[in-house]
């Protein structure tokens, strides 16, 4: 593999996880500065990368290694040139961070290879020997788009950063507007795609959306006059737009536009707020250097295992799993995009997005303002959050109220959790009711760790006496305990025999039938912005190894994510078993790395993850044995992982999770009413709700217990397992890294949408993600 090397365009994550993997696999890793730029001009533009020149970029936004528009690389001309440099320098194998401009710029580059080697060797650039050596370019490419436009993939790099960009604008305009009972129209990027201001509406729960897919009905300038009339009420007004937002006519509408309607037909008090580059800037989210972590490692194996025949492929994300897609497969679906809202086909436009796209527009018709139906169900769902609080359990809340009203139920909250229950805190919550709580941390309605065993036949003549039909529980492993509980009390109350769903919700993501949990996300993100200030309080002292101690139980996804996002030398957990000789390759690790450029050391440890390896314990430790060669700082963080507002990642999930479990409920209900009454005693009427891999799914609590550790409180496997390799070989451990379960090439499948025949070949099918979603 010495001879193989790979050159890098563009993002932090994903730059230094291929540099970091390249190197370890034995490849030489070039950067090319500027882009195409820096490909087409070649000299000190292209420059060989080190480990070490990789260090300390992680929580760095934008890209160290510069970008840039390139005109030149257009030009067959330009490529040319582009080729010579790379032919001198023996390189094969072009790695490309960008949108589909960028990819598709590959794309042609690498089809134009053979016939660049040929004018190169008549021109007497290069020899023949130089054009046999290289008679073949791979390619590979990672998308880099805060619109997140590409379609293949369920999330760009850079998208969750933007999102978390908008949402702290949105959080910070929330309070103004309240205080003045102000109108606020935000408008945030997209040209061609409205990703981010359609999830931004429903993070904030705005009052109105202008997304350039789906562009408002004639006469809707009438329509948002009366909702922001019907909303008055609430003080807080907001409308988000998309920069490419039209009408059914192809004008543009912009934020001044809509301020103009607001002021002129309603006389509110209006404010717009133009978002601009804002979105672009800014410390990259956790969820974002994982994303480009993962990436970069998938498309370093990519290229390793490229054939001549192999076409080039974008790595890309679909669930929780990485997928290797032909590259101009989806190109051509992002094109179909653009072709169906050219001629005016706004349902294809919407359905060619992907699933997700369209679950998450259908989500925000519905929880935007009150549409109940004319007759109600008479149908009784109470909501219970359980354990310990987290950010999001409020997002879950209110998208179940809204969509329970939807559906013609009475919505009942319950406070305090299973105690509340038993003693009959419990009352009816409105539309208003929930007004809000997208944005608002911990649990309004109110959370206890108290497990519903000693309050059982309680909490039996409570739901008789307030006849509840069904029951949401929100919360951590209490809650799947709870629930569990519950069925095994049916045998004894038949009032038990009723439709339950718990909405896993716990910065411990240690909830059994689901690979995220509400609330782990915001959690995440505070642990790594903690550990970037950390590490940076001792930017200008030499020699300094940090020992951070996080939450989770048991479970050590906090302590493992966290370690890859922030870039950790280790990070302990109960998963992973470890002992002194462990513990004295690291400290062996760090006296090493202090010997380099880099002079730094970040280790995390899970809260329980040894009884006997105590934080104090490997602090004291490493103190010792790093005695004049390093010293060691301590920091346990504790509670301030569970607050905080939700990121927008926590509040989209807990939406989504909240829409789904009610209707769940609603078509359960109608299958278990027999002679008059609801009688749910199946296993599969009392289910978790989970995101697994690729899709949600409802999975029995009777079938769950199998997958439990009890004692511990976590499952007997988790899929976040396998990403701690990578962790280990981005801090410069010598270990095997596996790649039986490395994606495979994978295709996008036929979309079904109504559309004329000859465009019916191009289109886009959804993904396998999208189908099974």
């Known amino acids: 593999l010495g001879a193989i090397k790979v050159i890098l365009m563009c993002m932090n994550a994903a730059v230094r996880a291929t540099v970091r993997v390249g190197i370890y696999t034995g490849a030489k890793v070039y950067f090319v500065h ?53 032919v001198k320098l023996g ?28 004018d190169l060797v008549k021109a007497g650039k290069i020899t023949d020997d130089e054009a046999r050596k290289s008679c073949h370019l791979n390619i590979v490419g990672m998308v880099g788009s805060i619109d997140n436009d590409f379609c293949g993939t369920d999330m760009t790099i850079g998208t969750d950063s933007a999102l978390h960009r908008i949402i702290e604008v949105v959080d910070a305009i929330t309070t103004t507007a309240q205080s ?81 309607l607001v002021e002129k037909n309603l006389g509110f008090d209006t404010r717009t707020t133009v ?91 519905m929880l935007a303002h009150i549409n109940p139906p004319d007759t109600k169900s008479n149908i009784n769902v109470a909501i219970v959050n359980i354990g310990a609080p987290c950010a999001g359990m409020n997002a879950a809340v209110r998208s179940a109220v809204r969509i329970g009203i939807i559906q013609g139920h009475n919505m009942l909250a319950v406070h305090d959790g299973f105690e509340g229950l038993a003693q009959g805190k419990i009352e009816p919550i409105t539309w208003t009711g929930v007004s809000g709580w997208t944005g608002k941390g911990g649990s309004e309605l109110g959370t206890k760790r108290v497990l519903p065993s000693e309050y059982i036949e309680e909490i039996s003549l409570t739901i008789a006496k307030f006849n509840i039909h069904s029951l949401v529980i929100i919360g951590g492993f209490e809650a799947y305990m709870g629930g569990l509980e519950l069925v095994q009390g049916r045998d004894k109350y038949e009032e038990l025999c009723i439709p339950m769903v718990v909405i896993p919700a716990t910065v411990s993501n240690n909830v059994p039938g689901s690979d995220f949990s509400i609330g782990a996300d915001t959690a995440l993100n505070t642990i790594t912005s903690t550990c970037d200030r950390i590490k940076q309080s001792a930017a200008g002292t030499k020699r300094r190894v940090f020992i951070i101690e ?17 870039g950790a030398d280790a990070a302990y957990i109960y998963e ?16 090493q790395k202090m010997k380099t450029d880099v002079k730094r050391g970040l280790i995390l440890r899970n809260e329980n993850c040894n009884a006997n390896y105590t934080t104090d314990f490997i602090f004291a430790l490493y103190s010792e044995e790093g005695k004049g060669i390093f010293d060691c700082r301590k920091n346990v963080l504790g509670h301030m992982q569970q607050g905080g507002t939700p990121t927008p990642f926590d ?39 989970g995101m697994k891999k690729r899709a949600l799914t409802f999975q029995p609590l009777a079938e769950l217990k199998e997958q439990t550790d009890f004692v511990h409180r976590i499952p007997k496997t988790s899929w976040w397992l396998k990403l701690r390799p990578i962790m280990k070989i981005l801090a410069k451990y010598n270990i095997s890294l596996d790649t039986s379960e490395h994606a495979h090439m994978e295709h996008v499948i036929k979309k079904r949408v109504s559309m004329p025949a000859p465009l019916m070949k191009k289109a886009c099918p959804p993904t396998k993600h999208e189908e099974e979603e």
């Open 34 to 86: 500027e882009g195409y730029q820096g490909l087409v001009d070649g000299g000190d533009n292209i420059k060989l990368a080190t480990w070490e020149s990789v260090s300390m970029m992680l929580q760095l936004g934008g890209t160290v290694i510069g970008s840039a528009r390139c005109m030149d690389f257009r030009a067959r001309e330009g490529r040319m040139k582009a080729a010579l440099n790379l």
């Open 275 to 365: 978002l601009g580059h804002v979105q672009r800037g800014g410390t990259p989210s956790a969820f974002d250097r994982i994303l480009g972590s993962r990436m970069g490692v998938e498309a370093v194996m990519a290229l390793l295992e490229a054939t001549p025949e192999t076409p080039a492929c974008v790595v890309s994300l679909s669930g929780n799993q990485a997928v290797r897609l032909p590259l101009m497969e989806c190109v051509q679906v992002t094109k179909d995009v653009t072709t169906a809202m050219a001629e005016k086909r706004w349902e294809d436009a919407i359905k060619l997005r992907g699933k997700s796209f369209e679950n998450n527009w259908n989500t925000y018709k």
């Open 576 to 591: 992973d078993k470890f002992g002194i000789r462990d513990l004295e390759m690291n400290v062996e690790h760090l006296v």
């Open 180 to 260: 003045h009972q102000r109108t606020f129209i935000l408008e945030v990027m997209g040209r061609h795609c409205g990703y981010l201001a359609l999830v931004t509406a429903l993070a904030c729960g705005a009052d109105w959306v202008f997304i350039p897919e789906m562009p408002p009905d004639d006469g809707w300038e009438g329509h948002l006059c009366r909702r922001l009339q019907r909303a008055r009420g609430s003080r807080l007004n907001v409308i988000i737009v998309a920069e490419g937002a039209m009408d059914r006519a192809g004008n543009p509408i912009s934020s001044e536009d809509i301020k103009k």
């Open 91 to 118: 390189i094969t194998n072009l790695c490309v961070i960008g949108g589909d401009g960028s990819l598709t710029g590959a794309n042609q580059f690498r089809k134009e290879w053979a016939t660049l080697l040929v």
């Open 651 to 689: 509040r989209n999930f807990g939406t989504k999770m909240g829409s789904k479990a009610v209707l769940w409920i609603t078509e359960k209900l109608k299958e278990v009413y027999r002679h008059g009454r609801i009688f749910a005693n199946t296993p599969d009427s009392a289910c978790v709700l």
């Open 550 to 566: 996080t939450a989770g139980g048991y479970c050590g996804y906090l302590a493992t994510m966290a370690g890859l996002a922030a």
